[in-house]
């Protein structure tokens, strides 16, 4: 008789061991969702800012890449500070800056801008984009912010206090409020986990700059 009374309260447990060892083997077995994602982060950005080199006085020409005169081409001195700019990037022995992965200069009928990137552009074998004009640095900064990193921009340097403001960077203490009148500087402003740092170099690259 106690047999009997133990097999029937085995066979009425028996379910119930079941259902919880189930419901222990669900829980074990369900992925913990984690925190809620938050805001996406900017990615991180390295952007440098030179104004073209050296332009003609009033009242004098430059030289196209033709050899004809021009106003809006550089100075002999604008095409000598242009040929020693990749002197301020790898592979140069003395490299200052980290090589661009992207090259930006002005649309437009002024060459001198593109000029100045030209010998740099060549030694590092990129294109230099130049499909917008001065004028429109909101569209600039857009497009740096969303080209490879490092970006170099060779700009009209009446531009750069708007292309600061549209990248954003405008709020940092020691950005010049602009471009003082010099075309031996490079403005370095780089974001990393979505603050903006600046710092101003010069770069040394002719007799005469500071």
Same mark, same amino acid.
């Given at each position: 008789?106690?047999?009997?009374?133990?097999?029937?309260?085995?066979?009425?447990?028996?379910?119930?061991?079941?259902?919880?060892?189930?419901?222990?083997?669900?829980?074990?077995?369900?992925?913990?969702?984690?925190?809620?994602?938050?805001?996406?982060?900017?990615?991180?950005?390295?952007?440098?800012?030179?104004?073209?080199?050296?332009?003609?006085?009033?009242?004098?020409?430059?030289?196209?890449?033709?050899?004809?005169?021009?106003?809006?081409?550089?100075?002999?001195?604008?095409?000598? *500070? $242009? #040929?020693?700019? =990749? &002197?301020?990037?790898?592979?140069?022995? @003395? /490299? %200052? !800056?980290? +090589?661009?992965?992207?090259?930006?200069?002005?649309?437009?009928?002024?060459?001198?801008?593109?000029?100045?990137?030209?010998?740099?552009?060549?030694?590092?074998?990129?294109?230099? *984009? $130049? #499909?917008?004009? =001065? &004028?429109?640095?909101?569209?600039?900064? @857009? /497009? %740096? !912010?969303? +080209?490879?990193?490092?970006?170099?921009?060779?700009?009209?340097?009446?531009?750069?206090?708007?292309?600061?403001?549209?990248?954003?960077?405008?709020?940092?203490?020691?950005?010049?409020?602009?471009?003082?009148?010099?075309?031996?500087?490079?403005?370095?402003?780089?974001?990393?986990?979505?603050?903006?740092?600046?710092?101003?170099?010069?770069?040394?690259?002719?007799?005469?700059?500071?």
């Amino acid at each position: 008789m106690a047999q009997t009374r133990r097999t029937v309260l085995a066979a009425a447990l028996g379910p119930l061991a079941a259902g919880a060892a189930g419901l222990t083997g669900c829980s074990a077995e369900e992925p913990d969702p984690g925190p809620a994602p938050g805001p996406e982060r900017p990615a991180d950005a390295l952007i440098m800012l030179i104004r073209h080199a050296e332009k003609p006085y009033a009242g004098d020409v430059g030289e196209d890449d033709e050899g004809n005169d021009d106003p809006g081409s550089l100075a002999g001195r604008g095409r000598r *500070r $242009a #040929e020693a700019l =990749p &002197g301020l990037f790898p592979p140069a022995r @003395r /490299a %200052a !800056l980290p +090589a661009p992965a992207t090259l930006f200069a002005p649309a437009g009928p002024l060459a001198r801008s593109r000029q100045t990137l030209a010998p740099l552009a060549e030694e590092l074998g990129l294109p230099i *984009r $130049a #499909e917008i004009p =001065p &004028g429109r640095e909101a569209a600039l900064a @857009r /497009a %740096a !912010l969303a +080209a490879r990193t490092p970006v170099l921009i060779c700009w009209e340097h009446t531009g750069f206090p708007r292309l600061v403001r549209a990248l954003g960077a405008a709020g940092v203490t020691s950005v010049p409020a602009g471009w003082p009148d010099r075309y031996d500087l490079v403005w370095i402003l780089t974001r990393r986990r979505a603050v903006w740092s600046f710092r101003e170099m010069g770069q040394h690259l002719l007799p005469g700059d500071a």
